[in-house]
């Protein structure tokens, strides 16, 4: 753990990568742009956004057919943007896995017509250019199969045990049946260790969601990664403050000195939405990203800044120009 938190805090630039099924729909549903759906504007909310069912989701997902040069091409620019890790969305908030798992029959293999394993082509790709690897896992929500259907339940034992539920992230509309437990014993734990047990030199896992995790859930999630591969860190997020790291919230730099004896990281969008919205035409500028990134450096933590490829796999035009430009100057100036 020791070695992997040394090389954490000396790495200062990742990528983030927010990648899947809503990526195809560019974060617009028959016609309608998200910003009129409920919840975050981001386009990875799709589902949440439009209540899609998720039997219609699943049947939204079987187009979901990326070019396999994707990964290649993304270990390549994370490589030139000068960054030093990547973290991919192994599984988002809709439930569906990237990789091909044992656990869930909504995933690459099984879901779509796309016959690889992404998380692995991009492991093999990032490995190649000498990056570290990390996969994103919402493990607190999966409105596919994350058992919503016993929020009730699990509000009501929460409230009387006075801990806060958030409804915000839970599939309210068309919940599975199954009860949020059994979603974590049959899917959740089973997916981190399968990812673990799979990417031998994985280095960094970043849970996401805490919503109905209980204390000693989070600390099964932690305690399971540590027992299967120490050298794996893991970010705050798995909740209850565990994990190895904190973060200063989403798009912002911590004060001064508030986080100096710690180990951090912020993550960014270049644009607004973290999943591909072809509409989303707010990029910062090179100047502005390179000025976030030596102000997060700076003050001691790592900058993970996001793409989100389109359904293809494909990195928007002004968001590759922005970070080569970035490349530019982090090759010149801030190469260890
Ligand atoms: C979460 C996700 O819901 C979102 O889709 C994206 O993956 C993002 C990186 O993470 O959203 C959050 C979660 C926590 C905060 C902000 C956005 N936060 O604590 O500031």
């Known amino acids: 753990k020791q070695a992997a938190l040394a090389w954490f805090k000396d790495a200062r630039f990742g990528m983030f990568i927010h990648w899947g099924v809503y990526a195809e729909a560019a974060g617009s549903w028959k016609g309608t742009r998200i910003e009129k759906g409920q919840g975050p504007k981001v386009a990875e909310w799709l589902m949440n956004a439009f209540q899609i ?15 396999p040069s994707f990964a290649v091409n993304i270990a390549r620019l994370a490589k030139e943007t000068g960054m030093k890790y990547v973290v991919i969305t192994a599984k988002h908030h809709d439930g569906f896995a990237l990789f091909d798992s044992n656990h869930s029959e909504f995933d690459i293999t099984d879901a779509t017509n796309y016959s690889g394993d992404l998380i692995r082509e991009l492991y093999d790709a ?14 607190g929500n999966d409105w596919g199969e994350g058992g919503d259907g016993n929020y ?4 009501a034992r929460n409230d009387s045990l006075g801990v806060p539920t958030r409804e915000q992230g839970k599939n309210l509309w068309d919940p599975s049946p199954t009860d949020h437990a059994d979603y974590l014993k049959n899917k959740a734990y089973p997916q981190i260790t399968e990812l673990i047990q799979r990417l031998p030199d994985l280095r960094l896992i970043w849970f996401d969601g805490e919503g109905l995790i209980t204390e000693k859930q989070a600390f099964d999630f932690y305690k399971l990664v540590y027992e299967l591969n120490p050298s794996i860190i893991i970010n705050r997020r798995v909740g209850y403050d565990f994990g190895d790291y904190v973060d200063a919230g989403d ?36 100047n502005q990203l390179l000025r976030n990134f ?22 928007p035009q002004p968001c590759v120009e922005r970070f080569l430009e970035m490349g530019q100057w982090v090759h010149t100036n801030a190469d260890a």
């Open 53 to 67: 069912s998720r039997r219609e989701y699943r049947e939204y997902a079987k187009g979901f057919l990326p070019d």
């Open 126 to 139: 990032c490995r190649a250019e000498g990056l570290e690897f990390g996969v994103y896992y919402s493990h």
């Open 294 to 315: 030596v102000d997060i450096v700076s003050k001691g933590g790592n900058y993970l800044l996001n793409i989100g490829p389109d359904g293809k796999g494909r990195v």
């Open 251 to 286: 798009n912002k730099t911590p004060g001064e000195n508030d986080l100096a004896d710690k180990h951090f990281e912020t993550c960014g969008t270049a644009n607004h939405s973290w999943g591909y919205k072809a509409h989303d035409h707010q990029w910062k500028s090179s």
């Open 152 to 155: 009730a339940n699990v509000k």
